[in-house]
């Protein structure tokens, strides 16, 4: 008899690796207990893909957060680095501690609105004006998700809960309040877009400084109806793109991919480079005041301008402000740490 054609095993698909030898599966953490389709989901996502795909050492990452359903998601991804979560709205401060005694980490920072513009006001913006080194990412729903849907700060003027309550308070714009404390980096962007998103995520990951990224993440429960200025469906008809968004890592040549003048280039310090192309007007994210304007007047329309809203180019970060030893604090012994008598002493005459 003749034997029937055997179907040789498939070859198991490899999964892709980055730069690290690492999978997309290294840079995951445990399942969300958020509610299902939750915005603050679809960001963790974009953190992910941009962590794997620039290649960051999950043990060279701190993630931080305060209160409040945002801040559940440092468990949801990276679960090989190290999480702190702080009180409602002390994040800021923190993470600048942890900055400044290990200047070898990178930072990613998640809050929320309330744990943002309310609680944490002060402290979010002394962080700003320090240019504290760290990823600092809002979730902004525009209510308080973890204890029924009240309206939170961001929350605009006139928009709607579902009982039909109104706001009858206007909102503090986080990105605007940046870009006049001179924040070195301030975007904004939408958690349904991670075209968008993912690159923004890896350029303010190659930026030294604060790079604020707000990100509009629409509450599925308690937000997402008619009425509503945060819903999916009103952000989706009212978000305005400045530009789209390309990054480039440092270790990949730049090309030039559009036609000239249609295309801007910005360098991070890390040699890294954003690249904006043009869609229907000219914006320039490194005019301060420009973009002040430019977010005032889309604001009045009801508009969602996102994209790179401002970057300040060459400003030192709050690590070389404070003329840090190129040894971060929490590697040099006790005794390189310890003042000696001497010193103490002279210290002491000054107070004196």
């Known amino acids: 008899m003749t034997q029937p054609a055997t179907t040789p095993p498939a070859t198991p698909v490899q999964p892709k690796t980055n730069r690290l030898g690492l999978t997309r599966q290294n840079y995951t953490g445990s399942p969300s207990t958020l509610c299902p389709g939750c915005g603050h989901d679809s960001v963790t996502s974009s953190i992910i893909t941009a962590c794997f795909e620039v290649g960051i050492d999950p043990q060279q990452l701190i993630k931080m957060s305060g209160i409040g359903c945002s801040s559940k998601t440092p468990a949801y991804f990276m679960s090989q680095s190290f ?149 999916y469906d009103s952000v989706r008809a009212h978000d305005i793109p400045l530009h789209e968004i390309g990054f480039v890592p440092a270790v990949e040549p730049i090309k030039a991919e559009f036609d000239p003048g249609t295309t801007k280039d910005i360098e991070l310090p890390d040699g890294s480079h954003i690249r904006l192309k043009k869609i229907d007007r000219d914006y320039d994210p490194t005019n301060r005041i420009g973009a002040l304007d430019t977010i005032e007047k889309s604001r009045s329309k009801g508009e969602w301008l996102t994209g790179l809203l401002y970057i300040r180019e060459g400003e030192p970060d709050y690590n070389t402000l404070m003329h840090l030893s190129k040894t971060p604090l929490a590697h040099m012994s006790e005794k390189e740490l310890r003042p000696s008598e001497t010193v103490l002493k002279e210290i002491m005459g000054e107070l004196m």
């Open 83 to 231: 999480a702190f979560n702080s009180v409602h709205g002390r994040m800021p401060s923190v993470a600048t501690g942890a900055m400044l005694a290990n200047t070898d980490l990178k930072c990613i920072g998640i809050s929320g609105d309330g744990d943002t513009a309310s609680i944490g006001l002060g402290q979010f913006m002394h962080l700003l004006r320090r240019n504290v080194p760290m990823v600092y990412i809002i979730d902004n729903n525009g209510v308080y998700g973890l204890t029924k849907g009240q309206f939170s700060a961001t929350a605009d003027k006139g928009s709607k809960l579902k009982s039909g309550l109104a706001n009858d308070f206007p909102p503090i714009d986080c990105c605007a309040m940046a870009i006049e404390l001179k924040c070195s980096f301030v975007a904004r962007s939408f958690s349904g877009d991670n075209k968008q998103l993912v690159p923004l995520i890896k350029a303010a990951l190659s930026h030294k400084g604060t790079a604020l990224l707000d990100v509009i993440s629409p509450c599925i429960t308690f937000n997402n109806h008619e009425g509503s200025t945060m819903s």
